[in-house]
Nanobody, 116 residues
Framework: QVHFVESGGGLVQPGGSLRLSCTAS????????MGWYRQAPGKTRELVAA???????TYADSVKGRFTISRDNAKNTMYLQMNSLKAEDTAVYYC??????????WGQGTQVTVSL
């Protein structure tokens, strides 16, 4: 089982940017799809973006054009570049892959707060 550690969150003003990192405990080379998820207070966790091993990406409509997901298999790390941040992007952000989601294995996440 591969475990993930998220980092890079913080407090940022509306319109600002952050880059999140997701570091795996082992190789992610063979993991076909990995995703960034977020959970805002009082809301269910949602998929924000996903990156497929071959290079394809997909995004939730709410972040399309503002967020960019990427993965570096050589560094066992996935990233989420977040630009033009909005208050509604405030949430705890997690990374995971399908078996981890299925089994309920989540990391600590990283808090992103967008506020003046």
């Amino acid at each position: 089982q591969v475990h993930f550690v998220e980092s890079g969150g913080g407090l940022v003003q509306p319109g600002g940017s952050l880059r999140l990192s997701c570091t795996a405990s082992g190789s992610i080379f063979s993991i076909y799809v990995m995703g960034w998820y977020r959970q805002a207070p009082g809301k269910t966790r949602e998929l924000v973006a996903a990156a497929i091993s071959g290079g394809s990406t997909t995004y939730a409509d709410s972040v399309k054009g503002r967020f960019t997901i990427s993965r570096d298999n050589a560094k066992n790390t996935m990233y989420l570049q977040m630009n033009s941040l909005k208050a509604e992007d405030t949430a705890v952000y997690y990374c995971n892959e399908p078996s981890g989601v299925r089994d309920g294995r989540w990391g600590q996440g990283t808090q992103v707060t967008v506020s003046l």
